[in-house]
């Protein structure tokens, strides 16, 4: 037996798994809960929303179309839609910054912002 591989396994075993647990955190930092659900039409933000107060609203896009926001229990989800593929519909429920339901058809982005209240991309 190779005393000395072993251990050096050992190192590099010790360092992956730190490396592993630095790279969650950091995600972990980067997702944090929402605060605000904000609904963007065409690229502009349209309405903001408290993510901690149940809601259930139908948006109005372009065209006279309509998908139906739901926000209930922290998360925000389009319960309906008239969109012909209704992605938007099947996409899971969010609730941490960063994630998005997004209806291409009717140029719907429905986005979770944090803490720092909601930051304008444009
Ligand atoms: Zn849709």
Same mark, same amino acid.
């Given at each position: 037996?190779?005393?000395?591989?072993?251990?050096?396994?050992?190192?590099?075993?010790?360092?992956?798994?730190?490396?592993?647990?630095?790279?969650?955190?950091?995600?972990?930092?980067?997702?944090?809960?929402?605060?605000?659900?904000?609904?963007?039409?065409?690229?502009?933000?349209?309405?903001?929303?408290?993510?901690? @107060?149940?809601?259930?609203?139908?948006?109005? @896009?372009?065209?006279?179309?309509?998908?139906?926001?739901?926000?209930? $229990?922290?998360?925000?989800?389009?319960?309906?839609?008239?969109?012909?593929?209704?992605?938007?519909?099947?996409?899971?429920?969010?609730?941490? @910054?960063? $994630? @998005?339901?997004?209806?291409?058809?009717?140029?719907?982005?429905?986005?979770?912002?944090? $803490?720092?209240?909601?930051?304008?991309?444009?």
């Amino acid at each position: 037996m190779d005393k000395k591989r072993i251990r050096n396994d050992l190192i590099l075993l010790a360092s992956i798994l730190l490396a592993a647990l630095a790279a969650w955190g950091v995600l972990k930092l980067a997702q944090r809960p929402g605060k605000y659900v904000v609904v963007e039409i065409d690229g502009k933000t349209s309405a903001v929303y408290p993510l901690d @107060t149940d809601l259930r609203l139908d948006i109005k @896009t372009e065209g006279g179309h309509v998908n139906t926001l739901v926000i209930s $229990e922290g998360r925000a989800y389009v319960e309906s839609a008239d969109c012909p593929d209704k992605l938007c519909v099947k996409q899971r429920a969010i609730s941490r @910054t960063g $994630e @998005t339901v997004i209806c291409l058809p009717h140029k719907l982005v429905i986005r979770i912002a944090g $803490e720092g209240g909601v930051d304008t991309v444009s």
